[in-house]
Each structure stands twice: as C-alpha cells, then as structure tokens.
C-alpha cells in the first residue's frame, strides 16, 4: 500500500525566504506526482504536476523535482510572500490509478 | 485550468436529516468522479470513486448505505449523506479526472462544510 509522507507538518518562515517542503513515497510505481496548495476552509488549487518520466516542473516562484527510484519530491519556493501561507499537499498516482495524498505541510510566510 | 463545482459550499442540518452535495465538471467530462472527506487538519481521505453509469467503489470503512453515490452523467456526480450525525460533520471535496487529456489529470471542487447539528 502506497504510502505519502511529507516533512515538516508545519513551517514559519519570515518574509523573502526561499524554502523547500519534501514529500516521500514508498512505492516508486508512480505514474505521476502532484503538489497541491489548501486555503483554510477551501479546496485544492493544483501548483505542479510532474510525469513519472519527467525530472521537474517550474512556475513562477515554484519549482517541483521528483526522484521516482528515491521515492521523493521536493517543492521548492523562492522568495515567498505571506500570500504564500497555505497548506501545501503532495499526492502521487500509482496502482489502480489512484491518488494517494501526504498529511501537508501547513505554511506560514510572516511579513 | 479545468473547473470543479460544488453546491452548496456549506450547509448545517439536524441530526437524523438527510443531506445532498453536487458536484459538477463544468467544462470538461468525467467518467470517474472521487469523493474525499477532511477532518480539521488533517489531509483528504478518499471515501469513494464513482464511474459514471455504475456502481460507485467504496473505501473500506465507509459504508456504502450511509453515504449514497450518484454518478448519473459525464458531468454530474452527487452525494447524499443519509439519517446524519454530528460525527458526519467534516469537509467533503470532490474531484474529476479528465481522462481525454494526456496528463490524465484530477480537479478538485471547492468543498462542502457540513455541520450536522
């Protein structure tokens, strides 16, 4: 069974920063691996996708790597913003074509 | 990106009362919709997938007579939480994967906070 970790639960970071949230996963047999960002009290807004073929995806500040034979991905934010405080959830696709979620990491960016 | 509605995004009811959330993939099909529940704090734990014209497939643990499943069309899938309790409250999203597009990828709807008083 498809497991998804994600390390720290929790961050506060002061304004500017640039930061690196990790996400591991103990089946490699992925198709793909999602990073999600969570409002309080709101759904899920998709950041990056990344193919189990692929290495990386980049947008904007954000930058997604993924190590499919380590069983890990790092999301990467530069200079974050206080807009950036959320939580951010990590899922990869694997067997029966399923998402599998991580518990997040909740985020806070401090002016 | 693809859009995901829910309605209504919140609603309280009594105990015992039975209550419906929609979802709807505006723009795209769907021929599997997943139903997610989350507690406070916690991550989205999937109670069930729904094809369209079938059975829906529940999570061990989730019973299947309490939280009913319809999956009637390509863009509309419902749930209805049946005799509800205050244990049932929780924040309920839905998702829809487009399965025409390459990336074959999932879209999430907003939530439904349920209150069951």
């Known amino acids: 069974k498809q497991e998804v970790t994600q390390i720290p639960a929790a961050l506060s970071v002061p304004e500017g920063e640039n930061l690196v949230l990790n996400c591991s996963f103990t089946d490699s047999a992925i198709y793909n691996l999602q990073w999600f960002r969570q409002d309080p009290g709101k759904g899920l807004t998709s950041l990056l996708l990344i193919q189990s073929s692929q290495r990386e995806q980049t947008s904007g500040r954000l930058n997604a790597s993924l190590d499919k034979s380590s069983g890990r991905s790092t999301l990467y934010i530069a200079a974050s913003q206080p807009g950036d405080s959320a939580t951010y959830l990590c899922?990869?696709?694997?067997?029966?074509?399923?998402?599998?979620f991580g518990g997040g990491t909740r985020l806070m960016v401090k002016p | 990106g693809a859009v995901v509605s829910q309605h209504p995004s919140r609603v309280i009811c009594k105990s015992g009362t039975s209550v419906k959330i929609e979802c709807r993939s505006l723009?795209?099909?769907?021929?599997?919709m997943f139903w997610y529940r989350q507690f406070p704090k916690q991550s989205l734990m999937l109670m069930a997938t729904?094809?369209?014209?079938?059975?829906?497939?529940?999570e061990q643990g989730v019973e299947k007579d309490k939280f009913l499943i319809n999956h009637a069309s390509l863009t509309l899938s419902t749930l209805t939480v049946t005799s509800a309790h205050p244990e049932d409250s929780s924040f309920y999203i839905c998702s829809a994967r487009d399965s025409s597009g390459r990336r074959n990828e999932q879209y999430f709807g907003p939530g439904t906070r349920l209150t069951v008083t």
């Open positions: 729904s094809n369209e014209g079938s059975k829906a497939t529940y």
């Open positions: 723009d795209f099909q769907a021929t599997t």
């Open positions: 899922a990869v696709r694997g067997a029966g074509n399923m998402l599998t």
